[in-house]
């Protein structure tokens, strides 16, 4: 039989998820739920290497607003990213994409395992 302090602790519900990234950093997660492997990047990056074309979540801790990108040197379709904010799974249709002239490309929409630069 369990312990009283036991059964408490199962009944309790589960803390929200707050992934873990360095001040000043944008973090994407392979997997959805900042789960797999992770990078934590400087704001401007202009080519992901071997993490090209994997993000499926993120968390952005600049301060700042920031874009995800399609393709490598800010190029190509992007989604606007507010400072301090996470978001668990990019498949979502959660996101205004945009052509890289600013026109709207889809709203909602999804940028899963697309982003290949961030500024
Ligand atoms: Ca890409």
Redesign the pocket.
Known sequence: MLATGAALAVASPAAAATPACEANTICLWEHKNWEGQKVSLPRCTPSLGGF??KASSFYNNTGLYLRLY??NDYS?RYIEIPAGFSYWNLHDRKFTVRHANGELFASPGEFND???SVC
């Open positions: 090209d074309n399609e393709n190509g697309v982003t290949s």
